[in-house]
């Protein structure tokens, strides 16, 4: 009985479209941020924020992003990884070269610079679509990593052929290098999570968002409404490399620190398609849910064991969490294939209408 919108009117066209209508759902979203900004950095451990919640945040950043290309515009991506190696690398070459930018500046440029890549391989999807966009996108995958391992300027001509983030301060606080602390990057991954996220969120709510959903339904019946193709596509892409690219400066700057060509390989790009296949295409909420899922079930399928008493070698065990990931999600994919954000809005639906079937 506590989720209706009865005596809820909307007197003006702005209360009618706003991004939540319902006020239970502004109510709950405002004590999601609360918690998040309020309590979680406050009594995480370094382990759970480290380890844990900030790759959460970035990932979601990322999925976010494949999912206005793959979920609202229809364009297949199996180059997400590249596209944040991209926004990785572009940070790091900037940072060392010239120092005195400010280091937020530094992750919007190098979004910048991952959506020109991302426009030059999105050309080909004029021409193409579905599995041979995959294949084209997968190109670049391959061939982002491999200019970047191959040539020596990208990494400063590091021996060890790994780019390692600078210290960096923001407002005399520390956000990057061995000295910032896990509560300040905490924070720093969940701005921009948030912040990105209601930009996506009025995009797909406005003209571009209802285009890319156009090409994605009928790309044919779009182009004689009006709609151009190529441009649609190409911002599309665009925008969604922008996001893949911060997401990909974040991973570096904010949570490893340091990494190689290796952190930004296939299976991240695998793993971040999965995400927002399991948490709904062409949802906000459920990119972030599908990151959840696979960000935290992994690490409480490997403890389960030893919460159970289960004396069980590390080798099972990894085999047993592999085999149990795997089985769950061939299992939700069964039993709603369109993701947690269709579960959500169903059990919305009949939290409306309970206790009454009709």
Same mark, same amino acid.
């Given at each position: 009985? +506590? ?7 909307k007197?003006n ?7 939540f209508?319902? @006020?239970?759902?502004?109510?709950f ?5 609360i ?12 382990y759970?924020?480290?380890?844990i919640?900030i ?11 494949l999912?206005?290309l793959?979920?609202y515009a #229809?364009q297949?991506?199996?180059?997400t ?17 010239i120092?005195?930018?400010?280091i ?7 979004g910048g610079?991952?959506?020109l890549? #991302?426009?030059l ?5 004029l021409?193409?679509?579905g ?8 190109? @670049? ?7 970047f391992n191959?040539? #020596?300027?990208?990494y400063?001509?590091n021996p060890s052929?790994? /780019?390692t983030a600078?210290?960096?301060t923001l407002?005399? /606080?520390?956000i &990057?290098g061995?000295?910032a =602390?896990?509560?300040?990057?905490y924070f720093v991954?969940?701005i921009f999570l948030v912040?990105?996220?209601i930009? @996506?969120?009025?995009?797909?709510r406005?003209r571009i ?5 156009? *090409?994605r339904?009928?790309d044919?019946a779009?182009?004689?409404?009006g709609?151009?193709p190529l441009?649609?596509?190409l911002?599309?892409?665009?925008v969604?490399s922008?996001?893949c690219?911060?997401? #990909? ?10 990494a190689?060509t290796e952190a930004?390989?296939?299976?991240? &790009?695998?793993?971040?398609?999965f995400?927002i296949? *399991?948490?709904g295409l062409? &949802? *906000? ?5 599908g990151a959840?899922?696979i =960000?935290l079930?992994? /690490?409480?399928?490997?403890?389960a ?7 069980i070698?590390?080798?099972l065990s ?5 085999i ?13 294939p369109?993701? +947690?954000a269709?579960?959500w809005?169903?059990g919305?639906e ?9």
């Open positions: 009985m +506590f989720y209706r919108e009865t005596g809820q009117f007197t066209y702005q209360k009618d479209q706003q991004v209508p319902i @006020a239970q759902d502004r109510v979203v405002a004590l999601l941020l918690v998040a900004f309020g309590v979680v950095p406050f009594v995480a451990n370094e759970w924020l480290q380890a919640l790759p959460f945040l970035i990932f979601s950043l990322a999925a976010v992003g999912n206005l793959t979920g #229809g297949v991506s199996l180059g990884g590249a596209f944040m190696a991209v926004g990785a690398y572009a940070t790091y070459k900037i940072t060392t070269n120092p005195e930018i400010n937020i500046i530094v992750f919007l440029l190098s610079i991952a959506a890549v #991302g426009i391989f999105g050309l080909p999807s021409r193409i679509k599995f041979y966009l995959a294949v084209a996108t997968l190109a @670049a995958q391959f061939f982002i990593l491999w200019l191959k040539v #020596g300027w990208f400063n001509d052929g790994t /780019i600078p210290p960096r407002f005399g /606080i520390m &990057s061995p000295r =602390t896990a509560e300040v990057r991954a969940l912040g990105f996220t930009v @996506a969120k009025n995009i797909v406005g968002g209802r285009s890319w959903m156009a *090409i339904d009928m044919i779009a182009e004689i409404i709609i151009e441009k649609t596509k911002m599309a892409f665009a969604s922008f996001y690219g911060v997401a #990909g400066a974040l991973s570096v700057f904010v949570w490893l620190g340091s190689e930004f390989d296939i299976f991240l &790009s695998f793993q971040i398609l995400m296949i *399991i948490g062409g &949802s *906000i909420m459920g990119s972030i849910v959840a899922f =960000t079930v992994p /690490i409480f399928l490997t403890n064991p030893a919460l159970f008493g289960l004396p070698s590390t080798d990894k085999h047993i969490e592999e149990v990931f795997g089985g769950l999600i061939v299992y939700l994919l069964i039993v709603e369109h993701g +947690f269709r579960l809005q169903i919305k009949k939290l409306r209408q309970w206790p009454f079937p009709y």
